[in-house]
């Protein structure tokens, strides 16, 4: 509803405002296009007037046309004729009548002369004349424009206009007197108004009807001066027909005003058409916008529904919120779920960088064979890689033990976290056993990997004072393949710690071509790679080693006491990485029973074979059991007076760093800030259920100076031991 809102409030208004806005520029036209007719009409009728006026000065000036030639017997036909001349000179004309003062019965005009009495009964038979009326109008010293009312009901009456007749001298000694041609009065009427919607009217000074355009009849508000009147001062006239819109233009100099009347209500029933199209095209807007409007908000709001429905299924204490609104109730849930399980989100804020070590180093040991599972890994712990080349290198960490060296080592493996170039991408884990940092890099091969090595070993001596041993794996093209490189560069890391200590920068492929002796090339790398082939469990990498320094030898062709000499060697390797991993009865369990190569190789096969597959099955508990361990055994060795970081490394065989590391991710305290924490609840939980004097007991969880822990006891918990033991007792 509240979409359906948002869409129709604003539609309905700017609908509004669009219908009023058409309609009031429809009227704003309607009005504009009268009052233009009207002037149209007025300078027609006021050109026809003026042309009236010179006529009858023409008439004053004309010797043919005085009252002397009216009079004369024979002169009276020129004069006929002269009237005959003006007559056709107007369209407007009916008739023109000449009135002398000195003859008050009688007129001249273009037919003859006539009196009063012919002039009405005869000649305007169907109009009303009234003598009084007009001596009246023939007494007038100004010009005047007046009518004859008709006979007939609802009909105009006889249009006459009147113009006195002056002397040279200046006075006036008759007038004119010219009656009008409704029909051609009517055609300029008519020019200027649509006759289907309105109608025009020339209306007098007294509010008398003069003339209008052609209609059927008069309007019902138009019958008499009163009502002229008023409907001419009004704007808008409600009929029965519909609603009268009335303009109106005054033309002072002939004392006529002219009034349009338009039906607004038969204009736009002209217009019904297109507002019918329009009004459907707006309803189908409408409906269109209503059901697009349901339609989205439904969608929107599924998502909610579903987040709810989980929330119910999620929260034990979920409660219908009664009088909150549906996204109110939503927002409280949300908001205790959020608060329930805030706790949780830090925990795995926490946890992520642990995570993805966990990813690299069981990825860089070979457990994940399908391509699929490994980008879905690293993706879920926001791990990116190039997709081109890989290689791995081994930082070394074995430091002094000291609390430099600690940091050092925590500085390294944050720095080496996440490292990353224009056309490299580099993710690093600390190994538990081997006491190093691995480095999966990925890179764009359009770069050595020479060129790659080089820019992170600038970075690491730039950010670090120490520069580390570092073994360099070879370089693969499928990430699956990753175990490979990070089992030669452990052989490169070991290389540099046993045969090479003068540079610190190992390549595994560099290796072999190191040293000679006797003139027989010695396989090193291919010896190193063996063992930690079988170390890391690869039984793949472990065969090929050994199919490969088998062949060698083949190769080689050595005498009887180097022969002897390689054999018992590799052999040797073999067992000792048997004798770590499983123990003495690895012994019993092999024979040294081998009559050529080829049997030795099928034996070392075999051995390796038992050495991986107790590797493999160990890796996943053995990393949970020294997690466990760890804690447990600083839940009982907590209030030893010489615990260290550097104590539990050497009890568990692990670095400094990892140590610190592993502690403040599990935890989220620092080393010595859990130990503290470990003691101060146990101080608590002595002095609340037991009588030990307090001294006894801060001295029992590993503080030797009292004094200073009892002012560091208050700091922390707000009140000396004393006072805690009181207040809990």
Known sequence: MSYLLVFLVPFSLISIIWYKTSVDSLNDQIQLSSRNYLLQVRSIISNNMNQLDMLTKEIG??????????????????MMKELQRYKITSNIIDELYIYYYDEPNRFYSSAGSLDFDVFGKQRYQSYNFDNNKLKEVLDTKAPRIETIPSSRHQTLGLLTYSVPLTSSEGSIYGLVMYTMKMSDIEGILDKTVDKDTGRVFMVGENNQLL???????????????AEVKRAIHSSTIKTSEGTIRVNQLKDTDFGIRYVSFTNT????????????????????????????ILTIGRRQYKPIRKIEKMLKNQTDDFTETNGLSDFDE????????????????????????????????RLLMGRFNQLEEIKLLLQSVNIHLYDEGYFVMLVETKMVNSK???QNQEFLMSFLDDLSGSDYQAYGSEMLSEQAIALLVSFDTSVTQRTIVEKILTKIVSAN?????????????????????????????EYSTVFEKRTNVHYYEKISKKQEVDGFEYPKD?????????????FEIASETVERMITTALQKQLGPVELKLYTYDLLNSVVGVGLEIIGPEFVTQVSADFRNLNELKDELILMSRKICGVVQKKPKSQETQLHKDIFEYLGKEYHSHDISLEQVASEFDVSLSFISRFIKKESGLTFSKYIQELRLEHIKKELIETNTPIKEIIVNVGYYDVSNYTRKFKSIVGMTPGQFREKNR
């Open 265 to 292: 209500s038969q204009v736009f029933k002209e217009l019904n058409q297109t507002n019918s199209i329009v009004l459907l095209i707006v309803f189908v807007v409408l409906i269109a916008g209503i059901g697009a």
């Open 526 to 538: 291919e010896k190193l790679k063996l063992n930690q082939s079988l170390l890391q469990g690869d």
């Open 404 to 406: 430099t060296s600690i």
């Open 211 to 225: 003339a209008s355009s052609s209609g059927e009849k008069l309007p019902a508000y138009f019958k008499n001066s």
């Open 465 to 493: 004072s120490l520069v580390p041993a570092i073994g360099i794996g070879s370089v693969v093209k499928e990430l699956k393949n990753i175990n490979r490189t990070y089992i030669e560069g452990l052989a490169a890391l």
């Open 330 to 361: 939503f927002e409280y849930h949300v908001s205790n779920f959020l608060k329930q399980n805030e706790q949780l989100h830090q925990e795995v804020l926490r946890q992520t960088p642990y995570a993805r070590e966990q990813v690299i180093r």
């Open 61 to 78: 000036t004309n010797p043919k046309t005085t009252e002397k030639m009216a009079k004369h017997p024979y002169y009276s036909i020129e």
